[in-house]
């Protein structure tokens, strides 16, 4: 193609979409007004990972007592007595700098133009962008709007000013607090309260909903529950925060019945809110709410005509790898060579203890639709690699149709949940039935063996 393509934001949703695009033959460029990367390197993704590698290490650390003689012990105290939270946050910064200036020198290479500025819609093809010290105009043939999120904090959250982080400035907290309170058990606030728990923090995670991780299925729900609450984690589901206030220099919460929850800090994760105010979408005649712009195709990422939006602003999945998926399909479809989305076949993980992850339809999404369902299910207890792992807790739950056998979804609870998801990930784009991955062999000793004892049930 020989376009002008403009991608704003280079997020995970925008920046495989300017390097599909260029690869296309497109004249790229991409404005971001903070760091290459977007919210999935800096304040997401990647250094949640990092943080929870660093909790997982100081796990082992009390657990390597059980194979080790009494001597021991004092050593393995002082090693969790010695931990170093900027040292963890260090190693985490780096980690996102490395894949940022990654995602830099791939532009280079696409020779994609990159300006660091502010975009906003002057009209329907052309963009302002404030820079720091000047500002420009850029003409465009076609544009990805991938702008991305940013935390949601509503009252009464915002009554308070310190010691209250969302998950964007929890990353630079600048020392552990005593006690945590963690407002929102989706999957953000379960990986905070793995990990704030493993690095020896109390607590307390408060959800609204009478499950966490509500949009799982139930028996996950269950299952981390379980697991939170045996590394101490309080947990509070089905309770509202009322009002939030500073009492002697700490926040005190309000529950339900007026009880006070009181901590040293509070991470408020109770969801995300769409940076589209700034872009004057009024401009080029787009309607957008808190969770994203109106009217994009699902299957196309098309908005109208020559706009394209990929990423957290479509409100379709608040995931990375969806984004990114979604970008190389909006490039396409400018481009002229058709393609098409499946947000149905969009995996998802949560890396708490033990991790869980989902693709297509729970066995509730799938009754909820009325169809006719087998489920086959099998659990890590009975899985050898689990069991040489000391990481029996956890089960894979296969969903087919029971008329055709074609597969419509998997949940799996297990070590390596993240990784093994994939499998399952890769049946469903292909088509197959439960019978048709009967077949796949797996390496034993292996967890993916599970799937192979879930189907032969
Ligand atoms: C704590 C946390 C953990 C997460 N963990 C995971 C995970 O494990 N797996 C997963 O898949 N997802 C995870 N997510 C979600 C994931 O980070 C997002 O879904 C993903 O980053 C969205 O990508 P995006 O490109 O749409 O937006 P973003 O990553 O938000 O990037 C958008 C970019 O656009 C830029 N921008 C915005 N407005 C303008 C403008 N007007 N002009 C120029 N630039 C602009 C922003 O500066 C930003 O860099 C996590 C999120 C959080 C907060």
């Known amino acids: 193609m020989s376009l002008k393509v403009a991608v704003i934001g280079a997020g995970p949703a925008g920046y495989p979409a300017a390097l599909e695009a260029a690869k296309l033959g497109a004249e790229v460029t991409v404005i971001e007004k903070s760091l290459a990367g977007g919210v999935c390197l800096h304040s997401g993704c990647i250094p949640s990972k990092s943080l929870l590698d660093a909790a997982h290490r100081f796990d082992a650390v009390r657990g390597i007592s059980a194979l080790c003689q009494e001597s021991a012990a004092p050593a393995a105290e002082k090693i969790l007595k010695a931990l170093d939270w900027p040292k963890i946050q260090k190693r985490q910064q780096l980690v996102s700098q490395k894949l940022a200036a990654g995602i830099l020198a791939l532009f280079r290479q696409a020779k994609i133009h990159y300006i660091e500025g502010t975009a906003s819609f002057k009209d329907a093809h052309t963009l302002h962008i404030t820079q720091k010290e000047q500002s420009q105009e850029l003409t465009f043939d076609a544009v990805i709007i991938a702008a991305g999120s940013t935390a949601f904090v509503p009252p009464p959250f915002d009554k308070i000013n310190t010691h209250i982080y969302d998950n964007s400035t929890i990353f630079q907290i600048p020392q552990l607090p005593k006690r945590l309170a963690i407002i929102g058990a989706g999957a953000i606030g379960c990986e905070f309260a793995t990990l704030m728990s493993s690095l020896g923090i109390e607590v307390h995670l408060v959800e609204m909903q009478?499950?966490?991780?509500?949009?799982?299925?139930?028996?996950?729900?269950?299952?981390?529950?379980?697991?939170?609450?045996?590394?101490?984690?309080?947990?509070?589901?089905?309770?509202?925060?009322?009002?939030?206030?500073?009492?002697?220099?700490?926040?005190v919460l309000v529950l339900d019945k007026d009880e006070l929850l009181e901590a040293d800090a509070v991470l408020v994760a109770i969801g995300r809110q769409c940076n589209l105010a700034e872009l004057h979408l009024e401009n080029i005649g787009l309607e957008w709410n808190r969770k994203g712009i109106v009217g994009v195709n699902p299957r196309t990422l098309q908005v109208k005509e020559h706009i394209y939006a990929a990423g957290d602003v479509t409100g379709l999945a608040l995931l990375a790898h969806a984004g990114s998926r979604q970008g190389i399909v909006a490039a396409h479809n400018i481009g002229g060579q058709p393609m098409v989305y499946h947000n149905e076949w969009v995996p998802n993980a949560v890396y708490t203890v033990p991790e869980v992850a989902g693709v297509g339809l729970t066995r509730a999404q799938a009754q909820a639709q009325g169809l006719e369902i087998k489920a086959q299910k099998a659990f890590m207890l009975a899985n050898g690699r689990a069991l040489t792992m000391a990481a029996s807790e956890g089960f894979v739950e296969i969903i087919s149709d029971k008329n055709t056998g074609r597969l419509l979804g998997a949940t799996?609870?297990?070590?390596?949940?993240?990784?093994?998801?994939?499998?399952?990930?890769?049946?469903?784009?292909?088509?197959?039935?439960?019978?048709?991955?009967?077949?796949?062999?797996?390496?034993?000793?292996?967890?993916?063996?599970?799937?192979?004892?879930?189907?032969?049930?």
């Not at 991780?213 to 509070?236: F, N, W």
């Not at 089905?238 to 206030?245: E, I, L």
Request: proline residues 7%.
């Open 412 to 457: 799996l609870a297990g070590p390596n949940a993240s990784e093994i998801i994939s499998a399952f990930t890769v049946a469903l784009e292909a088509g197959f039935t439960a019978e048709q991955l009967q077949q796949v062999i797996f390496p034993h000793p292996t967890v993916s063996e599970a799937i192979g004892d879930a189907l032969a049930r």
């Open 210 to 251: 009478p499950r966490l991780l509500p949009i799982m299925d139930e028996a996950v729900s269950r299952l981390v529950a379980q697991s939170l609450q045996k590394r101490g984690v309080v947990l509070r589901l089905g309770q509202t925060v009322h009002d939030a206030r500073l009492e002697e220099g700490h926040p």
